[in-house]
């Protein structure tokens, strides 16, 4: 199997789970066309597809945030990856601040989110 055995959507992209290679936490879920994964293969920085931008997007060009790849897996039908970084700058991979984008918890009582963790970087305090 290959790079080209990866099942794209209709619209060119495939789902991807961020992990964190040391502690196994979850950092983000994001979208890549073949374009990104190719590119992430190819630099060990990892690339998705911005789907409001409609373009390439390298995980902390701006934040200094970046993810280097440790390992990348398929799941059985070849329709979703999973890459194990190693995160870098702040430590976070949220662009609102958070070490991951799944800080907040579902309160199972009322439907209400709680947040759970602290922001490691003021996402206003970037230069764009």
């Keep these: 199997m290959d790079i080209d055995t990866i099942k794209f959507n209709d619209k060119g992209l495939v789902p991807v789970i961020t992990q964190d290679a040391k502690t ?3 950092l983000m879920f994001a979208w890549m066309n073949r374009e ?3 590119k992430t293969l190819e630099t060990g920085i990892m690339t998705y597809w911005s789907r409001s931008r409609q373009e390439l ?5 701006t934040s200094g945030n970046t993810q280097v790849v440790r390992e990348g897996f398929v799941d ?6 999973l890459f194990k970084v190693d995160q870098q700058g702040a430590g976070a991979a949220c662009h609102l601040g958070y070490r991951s984008c799944f800080f907040r ?3 199972p009582q009322d439907g209400s989110f709680i947040v759970i963790a ?3 970087f003021d996402p206003g305090e970037l230069s764009t």
């Design 24 to 26: 196994g936490d979850i």
């Design 36 to 38: 990104s994964l190719e």
């Design 57 to 61: 997007w390298i995980k902390g060009n």
């Design 76 to 81: 059985c039908d070849a329709d979703c990856l």
């Design 105 to 107: 918890k579902i309160n």
């Design 118 to 120: 602290r922001k490691v």
